[in-house]
């Protein structure tokens, strides 16, 4: 990865609650601890203006927001992020029980209001490092407004709309700042398992996610995800690590 190709930011979100639902489940709002690469992309979208369609007529100044046809020919899961749970055991996920409208089948084909249990991350907190190719002009342009946390032209969200989100810093990273190194590290940030060669920690500290496959094919891998302290390991030999100020991370 050569990090001369990308531009590269560093952000802290948080929020009283968030919900990133597993999609391979629908009678149930089972929530991750952290948001996959698809809502990282989609709330970098909203803050800049991207929306699916001009469907909502006057409500948007079309000179200000674009709708995603304009990414054609511009692949977005060339992002590439490191992630970082700012939080300590305090901060769970608890159930509450909630309504949700449904559409029924056939016959039944009308609104249904129906109780089910959702899963909210209580006061979450992540720190991001986001790497978007310079060369995907259509958000290289927007760098601007995405320096500016002030800056949200659609607002953005842990998961669902009850669940707004807060970008409390970001900042430009230089990529002649950021080092590589190899072998043992201790870190914050998630790191898929398939980069250990060996946890040196007490698995107390960190948890065993499953997430979307960064590629967006549909397909979960599983992450490891410190929380409230640092994870020693050993990487892989053919595992590329980033170290930036005390920070250690494998890109997702």
Known sequence: MNLEDYFIFDIKLDSYLAMFKDKRTATTRVSHLIPNKSQIIGMLLAKLGFIKSYTLGDLFDKNQIH?????????????????KVNMSGSSTIKRFLDYVNFVGVGKYSKLIVSPVYIDYIVSPSYEIVIFIPRNLDI??????????????????????????????????????AINKETGQISTEFVLPRSSIKEVLSDNSNFIIEEIEDSEGKNQMKEVIVPIGSKVKVNLNEDIECFKYKDYSFVVL
């Not at 709708?67 to 992630?83: E, Q, R, S």
């Not at 760098?143 to 900042?171: Q, R, S, V, W």
């Open 139 to 176: 958000l290289s342009k927007e760098k601007d407004h995405l320096l500016d946390k002030n800056y949200e032209m659609c607002k953005i969200y842990f998961g669902t709309n009850e669940c707004p989100a807060h970008i409390e810093e970001i900042n430009e990273i230089s990529y002649d």
């Open 67 to 83: 709708t995603y046809k304009n990414f054609n020919g511009n692949n977005l899961f060339n992002i590439k992020y490191a992630i």
